[in-house]
């Protein structure tokens, strides 16, 4: 029973991460992916700041979906809580983080707010009310998502601090050949397709 | 006075269309501009919401600009858009459901779409009321072009034809979707699938950025090389007028 709960979330996760990833199939976050562009450092660690927000803006949104808004009648306002929510768990992650890690804090700088209206935060909350799904996979959904939005942003922000140094075309440079990169990356992921299915 | 006020509101109409795409210039908003564009209806229907929740809250937040504190500003930008985002939802949940299914979490993800944010910071908190609906109407209709101009060649490429029907359901003959066949017919098939996939919407989004970074380059090489022939000109003259001086000098010290 366990084991059997324990590989449906294993298949779930390497999915959310992999195949379904947030950036190159689902589209979350390719503002904060062209935004952050070139510059390793500041891109794992917004990377890491998210994983920890979407984990626990999914943890906390769960409960206050199925037993305080579905019970009082209020489903349609999901939205609005979620939003809210996530905006003051970003307040509360920057103030931890300020106390225990002021080198971190300030190396996140201008990204920290900013995750507050990252789609990949409200997306992934939205999506587990849209879809219905349990509480498991829930949990599942905000784990892969976000992990896969590291593993990504961490590679692409590898990629392009190469890029600048080849001699692309004028035209391409910057945003245009990173798009590009982007979508050979989703043909690559478009081959596992299938595997937690 | 009534001209440069005219001049004014024309400016904060036009300037978000062209000059100031939202999506090709600026490059806000991208998520919805990949994910929904697979099909011309989808891209078009989410323009036109895209548009009513852009003008209504630049429109309220510039009608409250003097009562809201400083320090809270975004939280209340947020809070408004949230819920002209949840009237949109509701009411295109009753009379568009076929919008609905097809836009799915993106219709909630305008909540923290940059450029509603972005113009309701840099535009709506600053202005009055009437040129914030301007500016969010402007906005929006580049928006809803830029999102139809992806989607035509997504699914004209992808599937080889154009469907009008299947969200908006008036356009239907006869109880069934109408199709404009392009490279799609009986017995022939010319389309990529790939363009209706996650890739092609990279690809025909860096693309169509790359076009509009060549003219923008070749605008300004054109520019650049003017400026140096005239600077070349200017350097000539000045050139020749200096030769000319000094031999009217010497003219003049041979007659001494």
């Known amino acids: 029973m366990f084991y059997s709960y324990f590989v449906a979330f294993l298949l779930a996760l390497v999915s959310y991460t992999l195949i379904d990833n947030v950036l190159l199939s689902r589209f979350y976050g390719i503002c904060s992916f062209i935004g952050v562009g070139n510059k390793v450092k500041s891109a794992v660690s917004m990377g890491i700041a998210v994983v920890f927000v979407i984990f626990f803006s999914a943890l906390i949104c769960y409960p206050i979906y199925h037993y305080v808004l579905v019970p009082a009648g209020l489903a349609m306002m999901d939205t609005v809580v979620y939003i809210l929510v996530i905006a003051s768990l970003v307040q509360i992650v920057g103030l931890f983080i300020k106390k225990y890690s002021p080198a971190l804090y300030k190396s996140l700088g201008i990204y920290l707010p900013l995750i507050t209206t990252n789609c990949a935060v409200l997306g992934v909350v939205q999506e587990n009310t849209d879809a219905n799904l349990s509480f498991l996979f829930s949990m599942a959904n905000a784990l892969g998502t976000s992990l896969g939005y590291l593993l990504m942003i961490f590679v692409f922000a590898c990629i392009r601090t190469r890029l600048d140094t080849y001699n692309t075309p004028r035209a391409f440079k910057g945003i245009p050949i990173a798009l590009i990169t982007a979508a050979i990356m989703a043909m690559a992921m478009m081959g596992l397709t299938g595997i937690g299915k | ?256």
């Not at chain 2, 011309?40 to 630049?58: D, H, I, P, Q, W």
């Not at chain 2, 005239?230 to 003049?252: C, D, G, R, V, Y």
Request: aromatic fraction near 10%; charge should be positive.
């Open chain 2, 1 to 256: 006075m009534d001209q440069l006020k005219r001049s004014q509101h024309h400016d904060s109409f036009v300037t978000g269309i062209i000059k100031e795409n939202p999506l090709f210039v600026a490059v806000l908003g991208t998520c919805p501009a990949l994910a929904i564009t697979t099909s011309f209806e989808a891209a078009f229907g989410m323009g036109l919401l895209f548009t009513f929740v852009l003008v209504c809250s630049n429109v309220l937040i510039s009608a409250l600009r003097k009562l809201i504190p400083e320090e809270v500003e975004t939280p209340a930008y947020i809070v408004v858009i949230a819920t002209f985002v949840t009237v949109v939802k509701m009411l295109c949940q009753a009379y568009i459901p076929n919008l609905y299914t097809s836009l799915g979490v993106f219709l909630s993800l305008l909540v923290v779409n940059c450029i509603v944010l972005g113009r309701a910071e840099a535009f709506a908190s600053k202005n009055g009321v009437f040129d914030s609906f301007l500016d969010g109407l402007g906005n929006g209709i580049g928006y809803t072009l830029a999102l139809v101009v992806i989607s035509l060649f997504r699914e004209i490429i992808g599937t080889g034809k154009l469907t009008f029907g299947n969200i908006f359901t008036f356009l239907q003959r006869d109880g069934r979707a109408v199709s404009l066949s392009v490279f799609k017919g009986e017995g022939w098939d010319y389309s990529i699938p790939l363009f209706a996939q996650p890739a092609g919407g990279f690809i025909v989004f860096g693309l169509i950025m790359a076009v509009l970074a060549a003219i923008h380059n070749s605008k300004k090489d054109k520019e650049a090389a003017a400026k140096r022939a005239a600077a070349f000109a200017a350097a000539q003259k000045a050139a020749e007028e200096k030769a000319a001086m000094p031999a009217a000098s010497k003219t003049e010290g041979g007659a001494r």
